[in-house]
């Protein structure tokens, strides 16, 4: 449970999000709409404008970060919209486009790695796509990165876990949106080949860990300050890989697993024996993450982000008709932060 402080930070941090995270994430995508709107392909101009209607609370949950009491000058902010909305963008045109080719997977992500590398030239990474003509899109989503990341003081000492992190990232998209027979073959192998069971995850928890972006932005709040201790790093990476990233993409998937059904999609929630269970395994690794962010001197913000996690998606409509025992005591184990997220951010949502 939070301690009384914990609680008043937490709330603080609520009210600077709703007060100024949140309008300023909206007036930045505000901008890429425009640059998408002038994409001459039709069905990438599509693809681009539905993942910023439908995916911009990614963009808003990632804010937090982006805070000004932890990024006082607005780099955090400045990378996270242009990399988040990249991803987004990459994960509407693979689930939704006309090639599961793996050879375009992975030159199309390589979007993400060329982001946040500096010195990286520009590519085609459409050379191998069906569609082609994004109007350079990406190219200025990826400059946007570049723009951002040049004004880190602490960026070398963060490049390497930041690296990581994208790498597992592409690793996963490439494998998820592949053929699908071959899809659950290629995650256990590869699950296997990063020595993922050190972690006592299951190979579509280790999955769901490597899907999340939240841990580039945790440490780019490192990379911030120039003061930063080295030995915070590690610290940071291990908290958000596995634990806060997994309970991450988990909820995620929670959330959409009728709709994943209905679709066809992979889905890392269906792979538990029951809905039991995956609430069971959820809580297990929010207590895992909670635990763990003790080890850093910020621990009471990380805390807040696991608990905000909870409310934050157990508030989502498409969950609200199953509210049952098992979801009302996953939302319950983040006490009543968890719960005040849940109760702002339906306020927050269409009905």
């Known amino acids: 449970m939070a301690t009384a402080r914990e609680f008043v ?44 209607t439908h995916k911009q609370f990614h963009c808003e949950g990632g804010g937090v970060f982006g805070a000004r009491s932890r990024d006082p000058e607005g780099h955090v902010m400045e990378f996270l919209i242009p990399y988040q909305t990249l991803c987004d963008y990459l994960d509407t045109v693979t689930d939704r486009g006309p090639s599961q080719d793996p050879d375009n997977l992975r030159w199309l992500h390589q979007s993400l790695l060329d982001a946040v590398a500096l010195d990286s030239p520009l590519r085609d990474y459409y050379a191998m796509h069906p569609h082609q003509e994004d109007g350079g899109y990406v190219a200025h989503l990826i400059r946007a990165c570049h723009k951002s990341l040049r004004q880190f003081p602490g960026y070398l000492g963060v490049e390497a876990a930041l690296n990581r992190l ?30 993922g069971d050190q972690y006592g995850l299951q190979w579509w928890e280790f999955a769901a860990a490597s899907g999340s972006t939240l841990g580039l932005f945790a440490l780019l709040n490192l990379a911030a300050s120039d003061r930063s201790s080295p030995s915070l790093v590690p610290l940071v990476q291990d908290l958000y890989f596995p634990w806060i990233g ?31 269970t995956a609430i069971e395994r959820i809580q297990f690794i929010y207590r895992t993450a909670q635990r763990e962010a003790g080890r850093l001197p910020d621990a009471a913000f990380h805390r807040y982000v696991t608990r905000g996690l909870l409310g934050f998606y157990l508030s989502d409509q498409k969950i609200r008709h199953q509210i049952d025992r098992p979801t009302c005591g996953l939302l319950a184990s983040g006490g009543s932060i968890s719960i005040g997220v849940w109760l702002a951010a339906r306020m927050g949502r269409a009905p």
């Open 166 to 195: 994208v790498g597992l990232y592409v690793d996963l998209q490439v494998f998820k949106h592949g053929p699908l027979e071959a899809r659950v073959p290629a995650l256990q192998t590869w699950f296997k080949r990063e020595g």
């Open 246 to 276: 997994s309970l991450h993409i988990l909820l995620d998937y929670l959330i959409d697993r009728e709709e994943d059904l209905l679709g066809g999609d992979l889905n890392f929630v269906s792979y538990y024996q029951d809905y039991a």
């Open 9 to 52: 930070r937490s709330w603080r941090w609520g009210k600077e999000y709703f007060r100024d995270v949140r309008p300023r994430v909206i007036e930045s995508l505000a901008e890429i709409r425009a640059w998408a709107e002038q994409i001459p392909h039709p069905a990438l101009r599509e693809q681009a404008l539905d993942s910023l």
